[in-house]
């Protein structure tokens, strides 16, 4: 297994023990591989992570089942794309499967390239192979320029470019980071051919417990069931979250797998479970739609968070003084 870190051209952030997992050199961490993936390489932003024990696997339901059952201690994965949305192999497995807690959130640009053996041209592809949601973010370059090859599925983009590297043909050309280039001696035949340029793709550390202490700047994702698929319910969950100024970043709806048409909601909301306006709404959640799965509070990224939940503390602290100072006046019995 390749341990290098990609160089910096390459863009790259049952009740749980309230101790998250502390990282050491003999901490296990899980992540998509083989080496030139784009996990890798968002892994290696962390310098914390990358001084730990890697362990690739060939896929993401792999990583978190060897979290669940112990064989690692952490697992890295991706779960949202800009252009394609929740990467749904690691979206249902927190949501159904496992109970596993996300401790940390990694921001990282997405780039990709076209890639083959050294001397070959595109004139000369006749296939090209990549992990289906980075093919999918490539669909323009791909309908334009590479109408003529057929496009197959690997397990992931690292994979595809493996198998070019091995194979004995010159007509095959793989899609995905430059830093798969590089790990297999591949010459990029066109770059940056993503359909948009502010492509990202968020990823998320997970372990079997711990929730990170708060730090003023938090997420926390949970998976909210309804109790009954009724009118209004949707409106009943997201009037917990309105009637306390929680902001939600993200909520979108995935079916249940028990039957057509029962839908559950995979909500990421701004904060903490230690504050107390979080954990309020979570209880109210919890009495009054029967199901909610707590996914973890963690670090957020970006620039938002801390000031949004400081606007909303002031707010809360200003009604909290109105109303006792009108409960003073109430008469004595």
């Given at each position: 297994m390749d341990n290098t870190a990609p160089s910096a051209a390459h863009d790259a952030s049952a009740a749980p023990d309230p101790a998250p997992v502390a990282f050491t050199p003999t901490t296990a961490v899980g992540y998509l591989g083989p080496a030139g993936t784009f996990t890798e390489q968002a892994l290696f932003t962390q310098s914390d992570l990358a001084g730990c024990e890697l362990r690739p696997f060939r896929r993401i339901p792999q990583v978190l089942n060897a979290v669940a059952s112990g064989d690692i201690d952490l697992g890295f994965v991706a779960i949202e794309n800009a252009i394609e949305g929740a990467v749904n192999a690691t979206v249902d497995v927190l949501a159904f499967d496992l109970e596993l807690l996300i401790q940390?959130?990694?921001?990282?640009?997405?780039?990709?390239?076209?890639?083959a053996k050294p001397g070959t041209t595109i004139d000369q592809l006749t296939e090209v192979r990549s992990i289906p949601v980075a093919s999918a973010q490539c669909r323009q370059y791909v309908a334009e320029d590479?109408?003529?090859?057929?496009?197959?599925?690997?397990?992931?983009?690292?994979?595809?470019?493996?198998?070019?590297?091995?194979?004995?043909?010159?007509?095959?050309?793989?899609?995905?980071?430059?830093?798969s280039a590089e790990v297999y001696g591949l010459e990029i035949l066109a770059d940056r051919i993503e359909d948009h340029p502010d492509n990202r793709t968020r990823f998320v550390t997970v372990a079997r417990q711990g929730i990170p202490a708060p730090t003023g700047h938090d997420k926390t994702s949970i998976v909210v069931y309804q109790r009954a698929n009724e009118p209004g319910s949707l409106m009943s969950i997201l009037q917990e979250f309105a009637a306390r100024s929680i902001n939600l970043s993200n909520l979108q709806s995935r079916p249940t797998k028990s039957k057509l048409g029962d839908y559950c909601f995979l909500?990421?909301?701004?904060?903490?479970?230690?504050?107390?306006?979080?954990?309020?709404?979570?209880?109210?959640?919890?009495?009054k739609q029967g199901g909610v799965k707590f996914l973890g509070s963690y670090p957020a990224v970006g620039d938002t968070h801390g000031e949004i939940r400081h606007a909303h503390s002031a707010s809360d602290e200003a009604a909290e003084a109105w109303l006792a100072e009108l409960r003073s006046q109430v008469a004595a019995d």
């Open positions: 940390r959130e990694v921001d990282m640009a997405i780039h990709m390239s076209l890639m590479l109408a003529h090859v057929r496009i197959e599925p690997t397990n992931s983009t690292a994979e595809a470019a493996q198998q070019v590297a091995e194979s004995d043909r010159d007509s095959i050309a793989a899609i995905g980071p430059a830093r909500i990421d909301l701004d904060g903490h479970i230690a504050d107390d306006v979080v954990a309020d709404g979570l209880r109210n959640l919890h009495m």
